[in-house]
C-alpha cells in the first residue's frame, strides 16, 4: 500500500496542474482535433475533385492564413481587455457553423467562403494561448504545451485510419463531406465545454461591441509597439518564427498531392502514413515536456529546426517506409518546436502583454504562412514538384540560426 500510495503522490506531484480550465481545454481539445483532422487527411485530394488545383489549395490555405493573421492582434488586444473565456466559447462555436461550407461545397469556390470564415474565427488564437499560461504553473509550462501536442496526437491518431477506411467504402467526396459533418459536431461539443472555463483576467472590462471595433485601430498600433516593452529575445524568436511559418507554408499546399500523385502511393496506405506522425506525437509528448523544463527550451528548438531539414530527402525520394520515417520525423519536429516555442514566449511575456504579443505573434507568422502557400502551389503546378520541399529545408536555416546566436533563456520567469 505504501509503494501505491508513493506512486499517487508521485503522479498528483507530476500532473495535478491538469484542473479546472487547464482539464476543460484538454477536453475539448480531444474532441476537436479529431474531428478537425478526420477531413484534413484527404483534403487537397477533396480540392482537386472540386476542380482546384497545387495553386488553388495554396491560395485558399494562404486566404485561411491572412485571415487568422488580421484577427491575431485585435484578437490578443480583446483578450486582455475583455477576458479569455467568451472570446473562446463564441469563437468555437461559429468555427462550428463554418463546416457547413465543407460540408455543401459544389465547386472548390464554396471552400473559399469556408476557410475565409474558420480564419475569422481564430480571433480567439491569442486568448487560447493566454488562458494556458494563465492556468498552470510557470515551472510546469513545459509539461502543459507537451500535454497539449500529446492530448492533440492521441485523439487524432485514429483519424487517419478512420478517413482511409471511409474513403474504402465511400469514396472520396461522401467520405469528405461526412467528414466535415463530424467535424461541425466535435466543435459544437468543444464550444459546449469551453463555456464552464473561469476567466483568468482580472477585472475584465463589459463588452461593447461598438467600442471593441473603435478600438481595433488603437489595438493595431498598441500590438505593433508591444515589442518595445519586451526582452530583445522575444523579438528575435518572433523573427526566427517568421521564417519558419513561411517554410512550413511552402509544403503544405502540396505534401498530400506529391505523395499520392508522384510517389504513387495508395490514398489509404497514406492514411497509415499520417498515423505514424501522431504516434511519434503520442510517444515523444511526455518525455519532451520534462526535457524542456528540465535543460529549457532552446536546445529543444534547435533539434526541432534541424529534424525539419533532415525529413526533406527522405519525403521528396520516398516510398513507403522512408514516409513513414519522414513522418515520425515531423511529429517530433511538431511537438518540439511547439511545445518549446510556447513555453519560451510564455517565460518572456508578462502576463498584461500576453494577449497582444501573442497576437503580434500570429499576426506576422500567419502572412508569413500565407506567402509560403501561395508560393508552394505555384512552385508545385509551374516550376518544380520538389521546389516547395527544398525550399522549406532552406528557409528552416536562418530561422535556427537566429535560434542558436541570438536566444538567450531568461533568468526569470514570467508568471
Known sequence: ???????????????????????????????????????????????????????????????????????????????????????????????????????????????????????????????????????????????????????????????????????????????????????????????????????TVEKPAKFNIGEAVATVPFSLRESFGVWRLLPRAAFVFFVSNLFSSFAIGLFQPVVTLYTVNDLGIDPVAFSYIMTAMFVTMIIVAIPSGKLIDKIGRKKPLIIAGVASIVWVPLLVWGDFWRLILAMTLAGLLIVLFNSAGNTLFADLVPREHRGKANGALGFWSMLAMSGGQIAGGWLYDNVNHQLPFWGEAIMMVPSILLIVFFIREPEKVED
Open 1 to 199: 500500500m505504501a509503494g501505491l500510495s508513493g506512486i499517487a503522490g508521485k503522479l498528483k506531484d507530476e500532473f495535478g496542474f491538469i484542473a479546472g480550465n487547464f482539464a476543460i481545454m484538454i477536453a475539448s481539445w480531444l474532441v476537436l482535433d479529431f474531428a478537425s483532422e478526420l477531413p484534413f487527411t484527404y483534403y487537397p485530394l477533396y480540392i482537386e475533385a472540386l476542380g482546384g488545383t497545387a495553386a488553388t489549395i495554396g491560395l485558399i490555405g494562404a486566404v485561411e492564413a491572412i485571415a487568422r493573421g488580421i484577427v491575431q492582434i485585435p484578437g490578443g488586444y480583446l483578450a486582455d481587455k475583455y477576458g479569455r473565456k467568451w472570446l473562446i466559447a463564441s469563437m468555437t462555436f461559429v468555427a462550428a457553423f463554418a463546416r457547413l461550407f465543407y460540408i455543401f461545397a459544389p465547386t472548390w469556390e464554396w471552400i473559399l467562403v469556408g476557410a475565409f470564415l474558420v480564419g475569422i474565427t481564430n480571433i480567439y488564437g491569442p486568448a487560447l494561448m493566454a488562458i494556458v499560461a494563465d492556468s498552470v504553473p510557470k515551472e510546469k509550462r513545459g509539461m502543459a504545451f507537451s500535454l497539449i501536442n500529446l492530448i492533440a496526437s492521441v485523439s487524432t491518431t485514429p483519424a487517419p485510419l478512420l478517413a482511409g477506411v471511409l474513403y474504402a467504402r465511400m469514396g472520396l467526396i461522401p467520405s469528405m463531406r461526412l467528414g466535415y459533418a463530424i467535424a461541425l459536431m466535435g466543435f459544437l461539443v468543444a464550444a459546449l465545454l469551453r463555456l464552464r472555463l473561469k476567466e
